[in-house]
C-alpha cells in the first residue's frame, strides 16, 4: 500500500518538543472544525499555518483567530473584505481567491488536512502533494476525478496520503501492507435514510428528509451523496485507486449501526476490522498523529451496550449510484471524472429543488451516456473535463430528461 503511507517517512517532530505544524483547507466543514477540535484536545502538539474556507468569512476569521493561524485564504473573492475587516488587528495575514486558498497549501507546515468538498479540492491537494508534504486525505473526490495522476505524483515527490475518510482510514489501520495477502476490501455503508424506503417513497423525499442521516453529522453535499449511496460508489473508487485493488475486490456491505467502519478480508480466510464510534474525530485523530497516536475526544465505544451488529448487501436497484460508480471505475479514463461532475451538479439541482431525489442518478447516467470519454493524462486534462461534463449535466438537468426516473 505504497499510495496510504508514501515513502514511509516518520512523523515530522517525533521525539522532540516541537509542535507539528499543520494547514487546513476547508476548515469550517464539518472535518475542518472537528480537526480543529482534535488539536485543542492535545495542545502543545500542534500548531496551525494556514486555513481556508469557501465563502464563510465570519467563520473563517473566528476559527483562525480561535487556533492561532498564520495565513486565512477564502475562496469567494467577494468575501475578501468581510474577512479582512474580522481579522482586523489580529496579525493574521487574509487573502481571497482560487490562487490564495493554493498558496494556503503550498505554505510551510509538516502536513495539510485537504478537506474541501468536491473537485475545488483538486487542485489545492495537488499543490500540497507537489511539494512532498503529508497529506490528511478527506477529499475522496480528488482520487475520483484524477486517481492515476494523484498516485503517480506521490511517488514522484515522496508526498505521503494518509487517508481521513471512515472507511478508508479504517482499511488503513488493519492493512498489512502486503497487497497479494488481501483477497478483498469491504466497505462499510449505513445505508443513509431511505435504507429501507420504497422507490416511491424516494420519489417523493424532499431536501429536508434526504438531509437527515440517521447516525453522521455532515455538510448538506455529502449528507445527499450518502442518501443516494453516490458516497459509497465515490468511496469504492477511492479505494480502489488508493490501495491498488481491482473493482471486483472492493465490496460493500450495508451496516446501519456505522461501529464496524470497514474489513480486510485476507486469502487465508481471516477478516480484520476497525470498530469506534461513529464519530470523524477518530480516523482525523490517527491521521493527524501518525505514527503515533492521541486523544480524539471521541466517546469511547461500549461493545458490552450494543444488542446487535448487522450488516446486508446494498441494493443496486433502489440505489443506482453505486452501479453507476463501479461501471465507471471500470470504464476508467474520463468517466470517474465525469461521474463526479455530473453528480455534483445534480446534487445542487435537488437541493434547488430543480429536480427531485431519484433524478440525482439520472442525471448522472445521462451525463455519461452524453459526454465524451477521453483519456485524462494531465491535471489540466482533468480540470478541462470536469468542466465539460458539468456543461452535459447542465443540459440534462435543463432538458428534463430524467423525469423518467420518478
Known sequence: ???????????????????????????TGSVGTSTVEVIAANPGQFAVEAVTA????????????????????????????????????????????????????????????????????LAPTMAAIERGAQVAF???????????????????????????????NAIFQ?????????????????????????????????????????????????????????NKGLEVIEAAYLFDMPEPQVDVLVHPQSIVHSLVEYKDGSILAQLGSPDMRTPIAHALAWPERISSGAERLDLAAMSSLSFEAPDEVRFPALRLARQSLKAGGGAPTVLNAANEMAVAAFL?????????????????????????????????????ARQ???????????????
Open 54 to 121: 469557501g465563502s464563510n468569512a465570519e467563520g473563517l476569521a473566528q476559527l483562525a483567530r480561535s487556533c492561532g493561524a498564520r495565513y486565512a485564504a477564502i475562496a469567494d473573492e467577494a468575501a475578501y473584505g468581510d474577512l479582512k475587516r474580522a481579522l482586523g488587528g489580529s496579525g493574521i495575514e487574509a487573502a481571497a481567491g482560487e490562487a490564495a486558498v493554493i498558496e494556503a497549501a503550498r505554505r510551510p507546515s509538516d502536513m495539510v488536512m485537504a478537506a474541501i468538498v468536491g473537485a475545488a479540492g
Open 392 to 406: 452535459v449535466a447542465s443540459g440534462v438537468i435543463a432538458d428534463g430528461l430524467t423525469r423518467r426516473a420518478v
Open 138 to 168: 478527506a477529499n475522496k473526490e480528488v482520487l475520483v476525478c484524477a486517481g492515476p495522476l494523484v498516485m503517480a505524483r506521490l511517488g514522484e515527490t515522496g508526498a505521503v496520503l494518509l487517508p481521513v475518510d471512515s472507511e478508508h
Open 352 to 388: 434547488e429543488r430543480r429536480i427531485g431525489f431519484l433524478e440525482i442518478a439520472a442525471v448522472v447516467e445521462e451525463t455519461l451516456g452524453r459526454a465524451a470519454l477521453p483519456q485524462v493524462l494531465t491535471i489540466d486534462d482533468v480540470i478541462a473535463l470536469d468542466r465539460e
Open 174 to 230: 488493519v492493512y498489512s501492507g502486503r497487497r497479494d495477502d488481501i483477497h478483498r476490501l469491504i466497505l462499510t455503508a449505513s445505508g443513509g435514510p431511505f435504507r429501507s424506503a420504497t422507490r416511491e417513497q424516494m420519489a417523493a423525499a424532499t431536501p429536508e428528509t434526504a438531509l437527515k442521516h440517521p447516525v453522521w453529522s455532515m455538510g448538506a453535499k455529502i449528507s445527499i451523496d450518502s442518501a443516494t449511496m453516490m
Open 1 to 27: 500500500m505504497k499510495s496510504a503511507v508514501g515513502n514511509g517517512a516518520s512523523r515530522p517532530g517525533t521525539g522532540t518538543p516541537d509542535p507539528r505544524v499543520i494547514s487546513i483547507l476547508g476548515a
